[in-house]
């Protein structure tokens, strides 16, 4: 579904659910996530949903393309220092807002090696 502005300006919201990483190792340092097949090539404030598809809890981490102020991720029950994130016990899912850059990617990471995670964008505003 999307929803325009009447008056022909400003910006639209999509909804629908798009998978745009299938359940697979997540990746345990800041890796591009190009979302522009998805919101098109620039910038947008995407909601992601994450399924810890893995065994054991752990944390992602979401943050604008380049950013470096962001870059820690936290020990204890949080992303310290992402632009968004969530830890999720195994099976459970959890969503995250992020803004993309304005080719329409984001950065991701979890805390650990060889954690499984499945990503899908149910919605973003552009």
Do not use: Y
Not at 86 to 104: F, N, R
Request: proline share 2%; glycine share 12%; net charge negative.
């Amino acid at each position: 579904m999307k929803i325009n502005n009447s008056s022909g300006g400003g910006v639209a919201i999509t909804s629908g659910k798009t998978q745009v990483f299938a359940s697979a190792a997540a990746p345990n340092v800041w890796t591009d996530l190009d979302l522009s097949a998805v919101v098109g090539p620039r910038l947008a404030l995407v909601i992601i949903l994450i399924e810890n598809t893995d065994v054991l809890n752990h944390r992602f981490g979401f943050r604008q393309n380049g950013e470096v102020e962001l870059d820690a991720i936290g020990s204890v029950n949080s992303i310290s220092g992402a632009g968004s994130g969530t830890e999720l016990v195994a099976g459970a899912w959890g969503c995250v807002i992020v803004m993309t850059d304005s080719s329409g990617i984001v950065e991701w990471c979890s805390n650990a090696v060889g954690r499984t995670a499945a990503l899908d964008v149910i919605g973003f505003i552009a």
